[in-house]
Protein backbone atom coordinates (compact mmCIF):
# COMPACT_ATOMS: atom_id res chain seq x y z
CA UNK A 1 0.00 0.00 0.00
CA UNK A 2 1.05 3.70 -0.17
CA UNK A 3 1.63 6.13 2.73
CA UNK A 4 0.65 9.82 2.07
CA UNK A 5 1.57 12.92 4.16
CA UNK A 6 0.22 16.52 3.35
CA UNK A 7 2.18 19.66 4.06
CA UNK A 8 1.83 23.16 3.05
CA UNK A 9 -1.17 24.52 4.96
CA UNK A 10 -1.56 27.33 6.87
CA UNK A 11 -3.11 30.83 7.58
CA UNK A 12 -3.50 33.57 4.81
CA UNK A 13 -5.87 36.15 3.63
CA UNK A 14 -8.43 36.31 1.20
CA UNK A 15 -6.54 36.55 -2.57
CA UNK A 16 -3.65 34.75 -1.39
CA UNK A 17 -1.89 31.69 -1.99
CA UNK A 18 -0.47 28.47 -1.05
CA UNK A 19 1.01 24.76 -2.02
CA UNK A 20 -0.11 21.93 -0.73
CA UNK A 21 2.24 18.76 -1.22
CA UNK A 22 0.95 15.10 -1.22
CA UNK A 23 4.47 12.93 -0.80
CA UNK A 24 4.34 9.20 -0.77
CA UNK A 25 6.00 6.52 -0.10
CA UNK A 26 5.66 2.53 -0.05
CA UNK A 27 4.27 1.12 -3.53
CA UNK A 28 5.30 3.01 -6.53
CA UNK A 29 3.61 5.95 -7.08
CA UNK A 30 3.04 5.91 -10.36
CA UNK A 31 0.86 2.94 -9.80
CA UNK A 32 -1.84 5.57 -8.29
CA UNK A 33 -4.26 7.86 -9.39
CA UNK A 34 -4.49 11.12 -6.72
CA UNK A 35 -7.38 13.19 -5.44
CA UNK A 36 -7.21 16.30 -3.35
CA UNK A 37 -10.50 16.73 -0.94
CA UNK A 38 -11.28 19.16 1.90
CA UNK A 39 -13.37 19.18 4.76
CA UNK A 40 -15.35 22.17 6.17
CA UNK A 41 -16.47 22.04 9.63
CA UNK A 42 -19.71 20.50 9.92
CA UNK A 43 -19.66 19.66 6.31
CA UNK A 44 -19.01 16.27 4.51
CA UNK A 45 -15.83 15.65 2.56
CA UNK A 46 -15.74 16.44 -0.66
CA UNK A 47 -13.41 16.61 -3.79
CA UNK A 48 -11.41 19.74 -4.89
CA UNK A 49 -9.25 18.21 -7.74
CA UNK A 50 -8.11 15.19 -9.62
CA UNK A 51 -5.02 13.58 -11.58
CA UNK A 52 -4.62 10.38 -13.22
CA UNK A 53 -1.28 8.14 -12.78
CA UNK A 54 0.25 9.87 -15.60
CA UNK A 55 -0.94 13.44 -14.72
CA UNK A 56 -2.55 13.75 -18.31
CA UNK A 57 -6.07 13.60 -16.71
CA UNK A 58 -7.35 16.16 -14.30
CA UNK A 59 -10.91 16.80 -12.64
CA UNK A 60 -11.76 20.05 -11.03
CA UNK A 61 -14.74 20.69 -8.67
CA UNK A 62 -16.60 23.93 -10.25
CA UNK A 63 -15.59 26.00 -7.36
CA UNK A 64 -11.93 25.94 -7.95
CA UNK A 65 -12.02 25.80 -11.82
CA UNK A 66 -9.59 28.43 -12.61
CA UNK A 67 -8.13 28.90 -9.33
CA UNK A 68 -6.63 25.79 -8.13
CA UNK A 69 -4.03 23.40 -10.11
CA UNK A 70 -2.79 20.01 -9.13
CA UNK A 71 0.22 18.72 -10.96
CA UNK A 72 2.17 15.54 -9.91
CA UNK A 73 5.72 14.55 -10.08
CA UNK A 74 6.06 10.87 -10.49
CA UNK A 75 10.41 10.99 -9.82
CA UNK A 76 9.86 12.88 -6.79
CA UNK A 77 7.04 10.80 -5.40
CA UNK A 78 4.71 14.15 -4.62
CA UNK A 79 1.14 15.71 -5.99
CA UNK A 80 0.98 19.13 -5.67
CA UNK A 81 -2.28 21.81 -5.42
CA UNK A 82 -1.40 24.72 -6.27
CA UNK A 83 -4.25 27.19 -4.57
CA UNK A 84 -4.36 30.61 -5.34
CA UNK A 85 -7.27 33.77 -4.97
CA UNK A 86 -8.16 31.97 -2.42
CA UNK A 87 -11.78 32.65 -0.57
CA UNK A 88 -12.78 32.51 3.19
CA UNK A 89 -14.99 29.75 1.97
CA UNK A 90 -11.38 27.40 1.10
CA UNK A 91 -11.30 27.32 4.57
CA UNK A 92 -11.07 23.33 5.28
CA UNK A 93 -8.82 20.27 6.12
CA UNK A 94 -7.05 19.04 2.90
CA UNK A 95 -6.33 15.61 1.92
CA UNK A 96 -4.59 13.89 -0.23
CA UNK A 97 -6.10 10.51 -1.46
CA UNK A 98 -4.85 7.62 -3.60
CA UNK A 99 -6.48 5.11 -5.73
CA UNK A 100 -4.90 2.68 -8.13
CA UNK A 101 -4.58 3.13 -11.76
CA UNK A 102 -3.72 1.70 -14.65
CA UNK A 103 -3.92 2.40 -18.76
CA UNK A 104 -2.69 4.93 -21.38
CA UNK A 105 -2.60 8.12 -19.44
CA UNK A 106 -4.84 6.39 -16.84
CA UNK A 107 -8.19 7.67 -15.22
CA UNK A 108 -9.69 10.06 -12.69
CA UNK A 109 -12.29 9.67 -10.21
CA UNK A 110 -13.99 12.70 -7.77
CA UNK A 111 -15.89 9.79 -5.94
CA UNK A 112 -14.07 9.68 -2.29
CA UNK A 113 -15.28 6.06 -2.34
CA UNK A 114 -12.46 5.10 -5.57
CA UNK A 115 -9.72 5.99 -3.20
CA UNK A 116 -8.68 3.43 -0.84
CA UNK A 117 -5.71 5.39 0.75
CA UNK A 118 -5.42 8.77 2.57
CA UNK A 119 -3.02 11.10 4.28
CA UNK A 120 -3.61 12.64 7.66
CA UNK A 121 -4.92 16.20 6.06
CA UNK A 122 -3.45 19.38 6.51
CA UNK A 123 -5.19 22.64 7.70
CA UNK A 124 -6.07 25.59 5.16
CA UNK A 125 -7.16 28.83 6.73
CA UNK A 126 -8.14 31.46 4.50
CA UNK A 127 -9.31 34.60 6.86
CA UNK A 128 -11.67 37.92 4.96
Known amino acids: QVQLVESGGGLVQAGGSLRLSCSAS????????LGWFRQAPGAEREVVAATSWSGSITFYADFVKGRFTISRDNNKNTAYLQMNSLKPEDTAVYYCAARRDRGVGGTVSSRLSDYAYWGQGTQVTVSS
Open 26 to 33: GRTFSWYA
